[in-house]
């Protein structure tokens, strides 16, 4: 889910697809329109270039495993990377800051409502040499948190592993903001509950088992209990096909990862998707099967703490190994409306690869479990993942990019998983057939 705010004058490697103009958008429109041609998909931008040596960092050490918010403070004006701050910016640093041991999340906020045009940049320490500047994506997200909710406006959360130094600049222009930070989460020392303690994570259902007409309540994220307990909200979406069997890449549900349960996420809309938006959550791509859990959990206390917003914002995420995880509470069965492509949350849900497509290869076992979930979620929904549909007055794909859909400019899903967009589709679309099938096989034997 990466987004990059129309700011300042920018220097990328490559050219961003035009961005679509900002709306507000409260329940869109959403209309079927056609297929979306094979070579429809633009290319977003690169990220930056090649590891560079800077000197030591002088002043900070070690850092305990605790969460930390950094100010930004004024700098001068000096380009960072893809960042080139124009005439009327500016610029705030943070200066160096020692990051915790292992896996970190780290992302900008800013008071809700100030800095027009905002651009952030951040770059991390490892092995005594500085990483080059990367884009972290600016996110606006009106509709993301309860009515009333104290919210802070600022990026995504990146994913960063093994760095011993974090620094990140921002340039305003137009407006300035106020009282910025940069938080640092420590994901491995984030609570969890009990459920994260197991490494091998139980599956949401059983594979094959068959999805009930009630909303798929054993898919990611709903117990038959909990289910009961919003049927009348779960009443609104579309019945299951009869007979259609349980995702081949079962969801691994919340209590695994260790998911913070609170009432915020649990009253947001459930909503039944129109399509599926695809994103990367950019940051490292080397983190271990062990470090997911963690990873998830510090992405979720960025959006709650930090952010205000009512959960983590994805529906569903990939890890690099293709295990599927529930993300915002309901995942994919029961989905409540996401926070993940702004002015678009209540057609689209999310799903998202946990790393960075611009960087490195998509696993095979990565576009296979996307392909999955695309594919399940489109019979269980009703929508054609090779088709486009109007939303809020602006025509997209059912299937798009992050980069696509949304209010304001973003290079997610990256470079990668943009350029395979039409695979996903296409393979998809094939996966959809198929589960229609069995559901029709399962129907007829009274599954």
Not at 325 to 351: C, D, F, M, T
Not at 423 to 440: L, T
């Amino acid at each position: 889910m990466r987004r990059i705010a129309a700011v300042v004058a920018l220097s990328l490697s490559s050219t961003l697809p035009a961005a679509p103009a900002a709306t507000a958008v409260t329940v869109p429109q959403v209309t079927a329109v056609g297929a979306v041609a094979a070579g429809g998909t633009p290319t977003p931008a690169r990220g930056a270039a090649a590891t560079t040596s800077s000197p030591t960092p002088t002043g900070p050490t070690a850092a305990p495993n605790r969460d930390r918010q950094v100010p930004f403070r004024r700098a001068p004006r000096v380009a960072s990377g893809p960042l080139t701050p124009a005439a009327d910016a500016e610029p705030l640093d943070t200066g160096v800051v020692a990051a915790p041991r292992g896996v970190a999340v780290v992302g900008a906020t800013w008071a809700e409502g100030s800095g027009a045009r905002v651009g952030l940049t951040y770059r991390v320490r490892r092995d005594g040499r500085w990483g080059p500047w990367r884009s972290i994506h600016v996110e606006t997200c009106p509709g993301c948190a309860d009515p009333g909710a104290r919210t802070r406006a600022g990026s995504e959360p990146v994913v960063v592993n093994g760095a011993t130094h974090v620094q990140a600049r921002l340039v305003a222009s137009g407006a300035p903001v106020r009282d910025a930070r940069l938080s640092i989460v420590d994901a491995a020392a984030s609570p969890a509950s009990s459920g994260a303690a197991s490494l091998t994570p139980p599956v949401g259902a059983p594979v094959g088992a068959s999805v009930g007409a009630d909303g798929a309540a054993a898919v990611a994220g709903g117990s038959t209990a909990s289910a009961g307990r919003r049927v009348s909200r779960v009443a609104g979406l579309p019945a299951a096909p009869a007979g259609l069997p349980g995702p081949r890449a079962m969801p691994t549900k919340r209590e695994v990862w260790g998911a913070s349960e609170t009432r915020p996420a649990r009253r947001m809309p459930i909503v039944a998707a129109h399509g599926i938006a695809v994103h990367h959550t950019a940051g490292t791509n080397s983190y271990s099967r062990a470090q997911v859990p963690a990873i998830l959990r510090g992405i979720q206390r960025f959006h709650t703490r930090d952010r205000g917003w009512s959960d983590i914002g994805y529906n569903v995420l990939v890890d690099r190994y293709g295990r599927v995880w529930e993300g915002r509470y309901g995942g994919v069965g029961i989905p409540h409306k996401g926070a993940h492509a702004s002015g678009v949350n209540q057609a689209y849900l999310g799903v998202a690869y946990i790393g960075d497509s611009s960087t490195a290869p998509v696993p095979a076992v990565v576009m296979d479990s996307l392909v999955d979930v695309v594919a399940w979620t489109s019979v269980r929904y009703g929508f054609d993942v090779s088709g486009r549909m109007r939303v809020g007055g602006r025509l997209a794909p059912v299937v798009p990019g992050h980069y696509q859909v949304g209010n304001t400019r973003t290079s997610c899903p990256g470079v990668g998983l943009a350029r395979r967009l039409p695979e996903i589709r296409r393979r998809a679309a094939a996966g959809a057939a198929v589960y229609r099938e069995r559901a029709r096989v399962g129907a007829a034997r009274g599954r």
